[in-house]
Structure formats: C-alpha cells, structure tokens
C-alpha cells in the first residue's frame, strides 16, 4: 500500500515535470528577430504591458481582469496561428502540445488562486507562451510579400 | 465498451504513428543517427501488431493472448530498458570513463531486479507468467522511469548541448510516468472501476504524447554536437608568443 502510494505520487508529479519541461523545451526556440512586437501593436495584445508590470509592481490584484486579459491574448493568437499565412489552416503538432500546456496553465491559475498562492509565476509562463504564438504569428507574415501591406495592414484585413 | 473503443482508437492511431516514423526515418537516411529511437518504435509496432493479431485471432479472454500480452509485454520492457541504456550511451559518449561506471550500474541494475522477481517466482513455482514475468515487468519499468529521470538530471547538471536528446528524454519520460501513475492507481483501488478507465484513456495517450514529441523533434530539431560539454565553451588562451605578434 505504502509502495503503492508512493510509486503514484512519485510518477504522476514526474508526469507533469516532463510534460512541463517538454513545453519549456520547445518555447526556449530563438527566433531571429522580435516578431511579436507588430503582432501585438496590431492587435492590441496586452500581454506583455502586463508582463512588465509584474516585473515592475508585481501581481496585480484585479485577479479577474488578469485572467480575461490573458485568455483575449490567448483566443485572438491561437486564431492568428490558425489562419494567418497557413494554407492548412490547421495547428502542428507544437503548436497543439503548447495550446494544451496553455489550458493546464489557466486551470494552474484557478487553483492558486483559490488556494492563494500566489499567480506569479504560472502568469510569466502563459505570457512567455502567448509571446512564441506571436513570435510564430510574426514570423509567417514576414516570410509572405502582400504587396505595400505591412504586417500591421494584413492582420487588419484578416 | 465505449471508453475501450476510444483506447483501441489511440492504439491503433499509435501503431500508425510509429510505423510512419521509422518508415521517414529510414526513408530521410536518418536510422543511423537515430538508432536507439527506430530500434523502439520498431519494438513498439511487433509488440502492438503481436498483441493486435492475437486478440483478434483469439479473443481477450484467451489464454494464448494472455500469454502473448506479457511476453510482449516483457519485449516491451527489455526495449524500454535498451534505449534508456542507448540514451545513457549517447549522453556521455566523450566520457568512456563514467560511461564504463553507468554500464555497470545498469546492468546490476537488471540483476537485481531479476533477483526480486526471483524470490516471487520461488514462492510460487507453478506459475511463471504470473509471479515473474508479471513482477519482473512492473519492477524494471518503474526502473526504467526513475533511470530515465537520472538521465536527464545528468544532462541538465552536466548543461548537455544535445537539445535533441532532451527532448527524446522528455518523451520516454511522458511515456514511463504516465502508464506507472495510472497502474498504481488501479492497484491502489484494488482495480476499481474509474481507475481502469484511467488507465485504460492513459497508457495510449502517453504513447501518443510521446510520439508527437518524438515527431517534432525527428523532422524539426537539429542533432547537436551532444554529449557533456558546456554550451559556450570558452576559447583557448592565446599562447604567449603569439600574443606578441
């Protein structure tokens, strides 16, 4: 019983350790460039205002509001991932791992905040995901000439 | 019937997956960098397709694909063993000194988990299948989860440059945690209802999980120099009277 209980423990957190590691893995991609700065002056994205202000005055107290702002971020990039420049118009496979370790994230931060522990570090990691969606979002339309269009001009039109 | 359906579904979507990845593998030419990772996905299919044509031929409640369930199954685990030890192999490939350390390590390892199931098998010699086949695969799987672990605390101390090999890692790892979490919780419920359906939703998703990760990183990430070594190893001092010049 005592074994029983402690090989569950033991493999279901190293479960979710490598789950989490696998995700951290595929977020460290270096990108050449900042891609996502047009993508979020585009689309009015405000993840990473609320990024620097965690740095700067740490956790907000509106908790509502910080979560309506990240999930907005996180429907409006997954869409742009979805359909910008994707003539499949369908996710790759890291990109659906991400869009998952996305979910678990907001339900991670339901559950600290319900058992206040502070929203901190489960905020920085969905911002540091919403932040590889743009970079992706970014970098496609980059790759693609529309003409005169700036990047700015397509997402407007999408 | 229709959480089984669902199972079978995945399963059968694994055998898929796998049979494509070790198909583009030996298409791309890339088998070789990619030994230990073809030789499991081949396991995996024999093993999978094994148990698929005798349930088939047989039905579940068969005695003979009992048998072949857990001799596949003991396939199964000696292969899980074998890439943990590939993986070993590959992560200190420079270092034929500590590799020479782990290889024994390992192979005590198999011994005494041998030896384990052996005292199971001397309380009740009439049945092989069930009291060392049975124990010796649980035992060594769980081993092979807690090696695997030591494997990536390894590269992650030792700041391994092969990202690739993290990754395969992060997939054995997903693929070992899950099925262990899920079994230990049925045995915990001495078999209740819910935790059979949670294992039986969970073995094949983590295989799944696995082969995705394994995917992304076959087809998207490069191989890297690997083995131990810092990241950005310093340049070597100037000698002296070429400083000069």
């Not at chain 1, 499949?88 to 206040?116: D, M, P, V």
Request: glycine fraction near 6%; include cysteine.
């Amino acid at each position: 019983m005592i074994t029983a209980t402690f090989v569950l423990i033991l493999s279901a957190a190293l479960f979710f350790f490598y789950i989490q590691v696998a995700c951290q893995k595929i977020l460290r991609r270096q990108f050449d460039r900042e891609y996502f700065q047009s993508i979020v002056a585009a689309n009015h994205l405000e993840f990473p205002s609320l990024r620097k202000s965690l740095e700067v005055f740490g956790m907000p107290s509106d908790y509502s509001r910080l979560r309506m702002m990240l999930k907005c971020d996180f429907l409006a990039l997954t869409y742009l991932v979805k359909n910008s420049v994707n003539v499949n118009q369908r996710y790759s496979n890291e990109e659906r791992l991400l869009i998952l370790y996305c979910r678990w994230q907001f339900l991670s931060l339901a559950a600290r905040h319900l058992l206040k522990l502070g929203e901190e570090p489960v905020t920085l990691r969905l911002a540091s995901v919403l932040q590889y969606f743009a970079n992706v979002v970014g970098q496609r339309v980059n790759t693609v000439q529309f003409g005169n269009w700036t990047a700015t001009d397509y997402l407007f039109y999408l | 019937m229709e959480s089984n359906l669902v199972g079978y579904a995945l399963q059968d979507l694994g055998i898929l997956i796998e049979a494509s990845l070790v198909f583009y593998l030996a298409w791309t030419g890339r088998w070789k960098g990619q030994g230990a990772v073809a030789f499991y996905l081949s396991s995996l299919v024999v093993g999978q397709v094994t148990r698929a044509c005798f349930l088939h031929e047989y039905g579940w409640k068969s005695l003979r694909y009992y048998y072949a369930y857990w001799s596949t199954d003991f396939l199964l685990v000696m292969s899980a063993f074998g890439i943990v030890c590939l993986f070993f192999r590959r992560a200190c490939w420079r270092e034929e000194k500590m590799w020479r350390l782990i290889r024994l390590f390992l192979v005590w390892l198999l011994v005494l988990v041998a030896a384990i199931s052996g005292v199971f098998l001397s309380l009740n010699r009439h049945d092989f299948f069930t009291y060392f086949l049975v124990v010796f695969n649980q035992k060594l799987y769980f081993g092979c989860l807690v090696l695997n672990t030591l494997l990536y605390l390894m590269l992650h101390y030792m700041n391994s440059a092969d990202d690739q090999l993290e990754l395969l890692v992060c997939g054995v790892g997903i693929q070992f945690a899950g099925p262990t979490a899920a079994l230990a919780l049925v045995h915990l419920t001495n078999g209740g209802r819910f935790a059979k359906w949670l294992a039986y939703q969970t073995i094949p998703l983590c295989t799944f999980g696995m082969l995705l990760l394994w995917a992304y990183v076959i087809v998207y990430v490069p191989k890297s120099a690997g083995g131990f070594g810092p990241r950005n190893v310093p340049l070597p001092a100037v000698p002296p009277e070429l400083s000069k010049l």
